[in-house]
């Protein structure tokens, strides 16, 4: 794989097993119609594609997912890997991403080279902040403090690393955005960019309405976990990805979040809420979001329910990861 093929490597059942260790009583889940707040996250900017280094499909997908957004009326924060300049034209990339700031939605640090404090050594992941800084500060005018997002939300393999790096982005001027609903989207990602390549209407069909399916169910399970963990609905941080399968279906995903009872707010207005202070004292080489975190945390148990996505996607995404 080139440094463009970023797409996570989170284990497939690591939620489904803390789920079901962690499993609140059914009551737990009953609906609320009352507004929740969701916030939604691109990593990976300028975009995963199975096609690493084609330049007219990454500008397509990030300028149909800008102005889809602009469209809905829907705020985002992108969070940018420099290091995929390498295999891209830097010329047309540049101003695509000037596009996301130009349009209002601001762009944070993603690491230079999407590599974690899990695989390398916590200096060496460090370097890697500040080496991928000089663009999104480029690109987006910033000179303040700078979002930034853990690839993988991988945070530190052990409670010293993990304080380490947290001092060392606190020093630097970044505040990290925690994740706390995913929906998997990148292993719905690789068979839809197969699907597009060949052509296949079908199957592009077949996995647009599978993924938006999936994103249903979990926008319930999340926000009822967050009733079981903390009692009530918090603002909830989204996590997907730049790709074309978004690009595709931002309408869609703004409707499911209407429909499920959700407004769509800013990063910086979610995490105004008192529970984006809750302390974070997970350290794994495995990442977690931020609900599991805190559920492990408080001792609390996670809401009944939870599911992988589809067997026919994993399988497609297995088959293209392993090619």
Same mark, same amino acid.
């Given at each position: %794989?080139? *440094? @463009? +093929?970023? @797409? ?11 789920? #079901? ?7 737990? #889940? ?5 507004? !929740?707040?969701?916030?939604?996250? @691109? ?16 500008? =397509? ?5 800008v102005m889809g957004l602009r469209r809905y009326h829907v705020p985002a924060t992108g969070f940018v890997v420099a290091g995929k300049l390498e295999d891209l034209d830097a010329k047309r990339m540049i101003p695509l991403l000037r596009l996301w700031t130009r349009e209002g939605f601001p762009l944070g640090n ?8 899990? $695989? ?9 902040? *500040?080496? !991928?800084?000089? &663009?999104?500060? /480029?690109?987006?005018?910033?000179? !303040? ?12 393999? #052990?409670?010293?690393?993990? /304080? ?5 982005? =606190? ?9 706390? %609903?995913?929906? /998997? ?12 390549? $060949?052509?296949?209407? !079908?199957? /592009?069909?077949?996995? $647009? ?18 009733? +079981?963990? @903390? ?7 989204? *996590?997907?990805?730049?790709?074309? &399968? ?15 009872? &959700?407004?769509?707010? +800013? &990063? ?12 974070? #004292? ?19 148990p996670l809401a009944p329910g939870y599911t992988d996505p589809p067997a026919d996607i994993i399988a497609a995404y297995k088959k293209l990861d392993d090619d």
């Amino acid at each position: %794989m080139t *440094l @463009f +093929s970023t @797409f996570p490597r989170l284990p497939l059942l690591a939620t489904a097993c803390l789920a #079901t260790v962690l499993a609140a009583p059914a009551s737990a #889940t009953g609906p609320h119609r009352h507004q !929740g707040q969701v916030a939604l996250t @691109f990593d990976d900017l300028p975009g995963i594609s199975l096609k690493e280094d084609d330049n007219a499909y990454v500008e =397509a997908l990030n300028r149909k997912l800008v102005m889809g957004l602009r469209r809905y009326h829907v705020p985002a924060t992108g969070f940018v890997v420099a290091g995929k300049l390498e295999d891209l034209d830097a010329k047309r990339m540049i101003p695509l991403l000037r596009l996301w700031t130009r349009e209002g939605f601001p762009l944070g640090n993603h690491t230079y080279s999407h590599e974690s404090p899990s $695989r390398i050594p916590v200096a060496d992941y460090e370097a890697d902040v *500040l080496k !991928g800084e000089p &663009l999104v500060r /480029q690109v987006s005018g910033a000179h !303040g403090t700078l979002w930034f997002r853990h690839p993988y939300l991988e945070t530190g393999t #052990t409670l010293a690393d993990k /304080q380490h790096v947290d001092s060392f982005l =606190a020093a630097h001027h970044y505040r990290v955005a925690p994740v706390t %609903m995913v929906s /998997q989207d990148w292993i719905f990602s690789e068979p839809y960019d197969d699907a597009m390549i $060949r052509h296949d209407r !079908g199957a /592009q069909e077949h996995i $647009r309405a599978a993924y938006l399916d999936y994103t249903a169910k979990m926008v319930g399970w999340y926000r009822a976990s967050a009733r +079981s963990v @903390f009692k009530r609905d918090i603002p909830l941080v989204a *996590l997907l990805h730049g790709s074309r &399968l978004n690009a595709d279906t931002i309408g869609d995903l703004a409707a499911i979040y209407r429909k499920s009872g &959700l407004q769509t707010v +800013s &990063l910086t207005k979610a995490m105004r809420d008192s529970v984006y202070r809750t302390p974070d #004292t997970y350290a794994s080489a495995k990442g977690l979001d931020w609900m599991k975190r805190w559920a492990l945390e408080k001792n609390r148990p996670l809401a009944p329910g939870y599911t992988d996505p589809p067997a026919d996607i994993i399988a497609a995404y297995k088959k293209l990861d392993d090619d």
